[in-house]
């Protein structure tokens, strides 16, 4: 059977990882020349990293009867993807809190914190200690922090402290993209070591760095003329799956 983003059926070659700016060269086709509104990319990836959670942590293996998970949101893209993330992890049934100690003046961005906020999705006004983050029993933490764009050696308070925290846990974290500290291409860092990557749309050049037990590519809904010109060669997803763990 043929791959819906690989018509001929033939074996796909190596699957490519993006630099910043092949990134943002994706993206900004995807907005200008196929009409993709951002709120709307922002729900298409919110969603498919709420089902890649799903899979890493999935209910029946989780500890608690009340899942928890804590969102990290950032200022931009990748904080409000976190915000659909946490609103799609509680229509699935797990128990999100979220942290967002900058809330992005961005019209779109506040529909998310709104949708969230009328879901009953708490917020906190302060990131729990290491110890406590622990002992309050979250069973995973969302690095929805920076995203492919950030420059990790601009990165300021309170995100320099929220990461040094991360850093100290050993619950299990999920980062967005690309995990927060981290160069999107180099990938030196002295950031988090995610256990979970969601690579959106495809993976960027930092992903051959990751280590961690998972990584999954959310990249299905990509039009096939954009994935063959930029060259992605993704892999096959199964079913009706929207990601796929490499």
Known sequence: ?????????????????????????????????????????????????????????????????????????????????????????RVFEYEPTIFYPKRSPTPEYQDFTTQCEKMDIPFLSYLPTEVQLINDAYNVVIDAILGADAEPGEMKEPYTGILATLKQIRIPIVSLDVPS???AESGSSEGISPDVLVSLAAPKLCAARFLGRHHF??????????????????????????????
């Open 1 to 89: 059977m043929s791959c819906p983003g690989n018509p001929s059926g033939e074996p796909l070659a190596q699957l490519r990882y993006l630099s910043r700016e092949e990134a943002e060269a994706l993206e900004k086709e995807l907005l200008e020349d196929y009409r993709f509104g951002r709120q709307q990319l922002i729900e298409i990836w919110g969603h498919a990293c709420a089902l890649a959670v799903t899979k890493a942590f999935p209910l029946a293996t989780l500890p608690r009867k009340q899942p928890t998970v804590l969102v990290v949101c950032g200022p931009e893209k990748n904080g409000a993807i976190g915000l659909v993330c946490a609103r799609h992890l």
């Open 181 to 183: 500290g981290w160069d």
């Open 217 to 246: 590519v959310a990249g299905r809904f990509l039009p096939y003329d954009v994935q063959k010109k930029f060259e992605l060669n993704l892999p096959e997803y199964p079913g009706t799956e929207c990601v796929v763990s490499l």
